[in-house]
C-alpha cells in the first residue's frame, strides 16, 4: 500500500488550525460561568440534557474509536459491533437505578454513596482507582492521538503530545464542566460530520456499485456478528455480549465521566434524556464506522490495492483513505475529527479526576471547613497537576512496546471492584460492610487471576484461566456480588457505617 504524502494542502492545515484554536477560545470563554464550586464541577446543575447528552456521545467515541473501528470491520467483520447493541440495556439499568440514586443523595461524585453504605474505606478505593484510570486514559488517548497524527501526517509525535495536552488543559482548567460539555457538543458535531463525509465519499466511488459491493461482502461474511455458539473461551457472539453488559454499565452507572454529567442536568428528566440520547446516539454512529471499515475493505480490494488483505496495517487503511482519497479542505475536517475525539475525552478525564481529588479526599480528609474559594483554587490546581502527569505518562508509552496492553491489565485490576461495589449496594440490600469489602477484595483475586494465568506452563494447567480475558470483568462484578450476598446471610446483623457529614 502506498504511503501517503506527509504534505497537508493549506486548506487542510487551516481547517486543523481554525478548528484547534477556535475550541481553546470557545472553552476558555466559559470562564464567567465557572467562578464557584459547584459551576466549575457540576455547571449549576442548570444544563439541558440534550447538551449533555451530545458531550456522552463524544466522550464515549474517543478519537481511538475513530480509527480502530474501521480497523476491526476492515480486517475481520462485526463481532465486536456486538459491544455496542448492549448499550441500550445499559442505559435502561442506569437511568432506571443510578440515575434515580444519584440525583437524590449525591451532591458532586458517585462515590460519596457508597461512604453511606459502606464506609470510607469503599469511597476511598473507587476515588483512588478512579483517578488511576484517568491519568492512564489521559496518557493512553492522548498518545494513540498523536501516532494516529505522525503516521497521517508525520508530525513529530513528543510535539503533538505536548501541544494538545497543554491546549486541552488550558481550556479544561479554565472553563470547568461547561466548557468541557458545549466543547464536547461541537467535537460530535465535527467528528460525525467527517465520519458521514467519509463513508459518502467510499458509497459514490466504490468500483461496480453500492449493491455489488454490499453483496459481495456478504458472501465474504464481513457483516457476520461472530459465532453464536456458547463457548465463553472464544470471542463469539455471548462473549462480546456479556462483556459489553457489564462494562457499558460500569461506564454508564459508576464512571463519574458520565455521573458528573447527570449530576450537571437541569433535573432527573434531563439527566435520563441526556443518558438516552448519547447512549442510542453511539449505537447508529458506531454503525457508520464499521460501516466505513468494510466499504474500505471491498473499496480497495476491487480496486486491487492491498493484495492479502494487508492483515498488518488494517488499522492504517482508514488514516490511508483519508489523507489520500479525501478532496482538499475535507481531509483537514476528518483529521479535526480524530483530535476532537481525543480532545473530548482528555477534558472529561482531567476534569473529573481534580473533582474526585479534592471532594472525596481533599475536603474529605485534609480541610473539611474550606471556603468555596478554596475548594475552587484547589480544583483549578488539581487538574493543572493532573492534566500535565497525564501528558508526560503519554510521553513515557513511547517508549514501551505493549504500553497499550500493559495499561489495559492495570486498569482492570485498579477499576474491576467498582462496579461490583455500586450492584452490591443496590442488589444486596442486607449487605454489610465487612461482606462489601470481602467482596471487592475476591473480585480483586479473581481480576488478577484472570489477567496473569492466561498462558501457565503445563504443569499448572490446574491454575489457568480457560475464559476469554473479556469474561474477566463480568466473572469479577459476579464474585463481589456473591460474596458481600453470603456474608449477608450469615452476618446479617453487623453494624452500617453511620452517614457521613456532607
Known amino acids: 500500500m502506498p504511503e501517503p504524502s506527509n504534505q497537508l494542502p493549506l486548506l487542510d492545515l487551516a ?7 477556535g475550541i481553546v477560545v470557545f472553552g476558555a470563554w466559559f470562564y464567567y460561568k465557572s467562578q464557584t464550586l459547584e459551576g466549575f464541577t457540576v455547571g449549576g446543575r442548570n444544563l439541558p440534557g440534550w447538551a449533555i447528552g451530545l458531550s456522552i456521545l463524544a466522550t464515549y467515541l474517543s478519537s481511538i474509536s475513530f480509527l480502530a473501528l474501521p480497523g476491526k470491520s476492515y480486517s475481520g467483520n462485526w463481532n465486536a459491533f456486538v459491544f455496542t447493541l448492549t448499550v441500550p440495556i445499559a442505559c435502561w439499568i442506569s437511568a432506571n437505578y443510578f440515575i434515580p440514586l444519584y440525583r437524590s443523595t449525591l451532591q458532586t461524585t458517585a462515590y460519596e454513596h457508597l461512604e453511606e453504605r459502606f464506609g470510607y474505606w469503599a469511597r476511598a478505593y473507587c476515588g483512588v482507582a478512579l483517578i488511576l484510570l484517568q491519568l492512564g486514559r489521559i496518557a493512553v488517548v492522548l498518545y494513540l492521538v498523536s501516532l494516529a497524527m ?8 513528543v510535539a503533538v503530545i505536548l501541544i494538545l495536552g497543554f491546549l486541552t488543559i488550558l481550556y479544561t482548567v479554565v472553563g470547568g464542566i461547561e466548557a468541557v460539555i458545549w466543547t464536547d457538543v461541537v467535537q460530535a458535531i465535527v467528528l460525525l460530520g467527517g465520519g458521514l463525509v467519509c463513508a459518502a465519499l467510499l458509497l459514490l466511488r466504490m468500483p461496480g456499485g453500492v449493491e ?8 465474504q461474511n464481513k457483516f457476520s456478528f461472530g459465532g453464536w455458539g456458547f463457548n465463553l473461551a472464544l470471542e463469539g457472539f455471548w462473549v462480546v455480549f456479556i462483556f459489553g ?35 442510542l446516539l453511539y449505537v447508529p454512529v458506531s454503525a457508520l464506522f464499521f460501516l466505513i471499515g468494510t466499504l474500505l475493505f471491498l473499496y480497495y480490494g476491487a480496486l486491487e490495492q492491498t493484495p492479502g488483505g494487508f492483515p498488518d496495517a488494517s488499522d492504517k487503511v482508514f488514516p490511508f483513505f483519508i489523507v489520500s482519497e479525501l478532496p482538499p479542505g475535507f481531509t483537514g475536517l476528518v483529521i479535526a475529527g480524530v483530535m476532537a475525539a481525543g480532545m473530548s475525552t482528555l477534558d472529561s478525564s482531567i476534569n473529573v479526576s481534580a473533582t474526585v481529588f479534592v471532594v472525596d479526599f481533599y475536603k474529605r480528609l485534609v480541610n473539611r471547613n474550606a471556603e468555596d474559594a478554596q475548594l475552587l483554587r484547589a480544583t483549578r490546581w488539581s487538574s493543572v497537576v493532573f492534566g500535565v502527569v497525564g501528558t508526560l505518562s503519554s510521553l513515557f508509552m513511547i517508549r514501551q512496546k505493549e504500553a497499550l496492553d500493559i495499561w489495559w491489565k492495570f486498569s482492570s485490576i485498579f477499576g474491576g471492584a467498582m462496579l461490583g461495589l455500586f450492584l452490591v449496594g443496590i442488589v444486596v440490600r442486607r449487605a454489610t460492610s465487612r461482606g462489601a469489602m470481602l467482596g471487592a477484595i475476591a473480585g480483586i483475586l479473581v481480576i488478577v487471576w484472570g489477567t496473569t494465568c492466561q498462558d501457565l506452563a503445563e504443569n499448572w494447567s490446574w491454575l489457568r484461566f480457560e475464559f476469554h480475558q473479556f469474561m474477566i470483568g463480568p466473572i469479577a462484578t459476579v464474585t463481589i456480588v456473591s460474596v458481600a450476598w453470603l456474608d449477608s446471610l450469615v452476618n446479617p446483623a453487623s453494624n452500617q457505617p453511620k452517614k457521613m457529614n456532607r
Open 15 to 21: 481547517v486543523v488550525a481554525v478548528y484547534i484554536l
Open 150 to 157: 505522525q503516521e497521517l501526517l508525520g508530525w513529530d509525535i
Open 212 to 219: 455489488a459491493a454490499i453483496s459481495s461482502g456478504w458472501e
Open 245 to 279: 453488559v457489564v462494562d457499558n454499565l460500569r461506564n454508564f452507572g459508576v464512571d463519574q465521566n458520565f455521573v458528573q454529567r447527570f449530576l450537571a442536568a437541569k433535573s432527573i428528566d434531563e439527566a435520563r434524556k441526556s443518558l438516552w440520547l448519547g447512549g
